[in-house]
């Protein structure tokens, strides 16, 4: 009797979007490369010193929050079908509140705080998972469930901006000898989404985004992917969360939910295909930091801060078209 084995189906593009960099596994990650260059010129054009090891830092430590969330995001974008996880913004909130009340009744010690962080992370991408994946309820309508259940959590813990951090947490925005702490932070993540790329974990996650069918048909564990995968979006965001908190000093009920756009707006950019299957951390990377430094040219052009908005708005429609377009290109051939 032959033995049959299971597979995981080959994605059409690797995890970490290194291998091979192409128009034909990333097609519009281009895209982002060109603006990343353009923005950077116009940003130095206004801050000639923005290169300097002292101004870096400081910008790499207030990009790093969306750059966290933007990998945050990816893993839930990559399943595809629909797959958002929108409530990563107000959840940045809560864990930003709840940090400052636990160093307000002094617990302050890393292992209180960052335990505690991380933790509220994965339980909430636990409950994302388990209604998505097992109960097979649409992710956008779970996620925006939790969105406003979090954001009226965060703003019921903390009406009023306030708080103050331990100086452990603040050392997150400065450097360890030349090198700022938050890409420290940032190449950390990284390198934990690289360890798991060839994982039945991550391999499964490309594979459902690409065909979840054949997906099914090959073996691949479906919920315990999705479940998994919206788990390690709920981590990486509570990173993100406490390298926000440590950037603004204190905690604000408020503080996370802009996120939410800028970092599927990141992705988009970053060349992630919002049908899934097709990406890596790679494009989500440079499109966060693109759209750090849209944020930061239109701060220092002194134009009303809607104009962000019309951006990302702006950005998402093109991506939903180059998608669109691309998907067809590829069945016609």
């Known amino acids: 009797m032959a033995t049959s084995h299971l597979q995981v189906p080959q994605s059409t593009s690797d995890p970490v979007g290194l291998h091979r960099l192409s128009f034909k596994k990333l097609p519009y990650m281009w895209v982002a490369i060109i603006l990343f260059v353009i923005l950077a010129t116009l940003n130095t054009i206004a801050e000639p010193n923005l290169w300097s090891i002292a101004v870096l830092g400081g910008t790499v430590a207030s ?72 109960l097979r309820i649409q992710p956008i309508v779970v996620t925006f469930a939790t ?10 813990l903390l009406p009023q901006p306030g708080g103050s951090i331990p100086t452990w947490l603040s050392n997150w925005t400065g450097s360890i000898g030349p090198v700022p702490t938050s890409l420290i932070v940032i190449l950390a993540a990284a390198a934990l989404w690289v360890s798991l790329s060839k994982t039945r974990f991550v391999r499964g996650i490309y594979a459902i985004g690409g065909d979840e069918r054949a997906s099914y048909v090959s073996g691949v564990p479906i919920v315990a992917v999705r479940i998994m995968a919206f788990m390690f979006t709920g981590l990486l965001t509570s990173v993100a969360a406490l390298m926000l908190t440590a950037e603004i000093a ?32 790679l494009g989500s990377i440079i499109g966060a930091f693109d759209v750090f430094f849209i944020n930061n040219v ?4 002194h134009l009303s801060v809607y104009w962000q908005d019309v951006a990302y708005g702006t950005i998402l429609m093109a991506a939903i078209v180059i998608n669109a377009v691309t998907s067809r290109t590829r069945r016609a051939v």
């Open 63 to 134: 990009a790093a929050p969306l750059v966290l969330v933007a990998l945050a995001e990816t893993p839930a974008i990559l399943m595809g079908n629909g797959s958002l996880d929108i409530s990563v913004g107000p959840l940045m909130s809560v864990v930003n509140v709840v940090v400052i009340l636990l160093i307000g009744r002094n617990l302050s010690s890393p292992w209180d705080v960052v335990g505690v962080a991380l933790l509220i992370g994965l339980a909430s991408g636990l409950l994302n998972g388990v209604f998505v994946g097992w």
């Open 147 to 156: 969105y406003t259940i979090y954001s009226g959590l965060a703003t019921h």
């Open 250 to 281: 204190s905690g604000d009920g408020n503080i996370g939910t802009p996120f939410t756009l800028m970092a599927i707006t990141a992705v988009a950019l970053g060349g992630t295909s919002l049908l899934g299957g097709r990406g890596g951390i």
């Open 298 to 301: 239109i701060t220092v052009s």
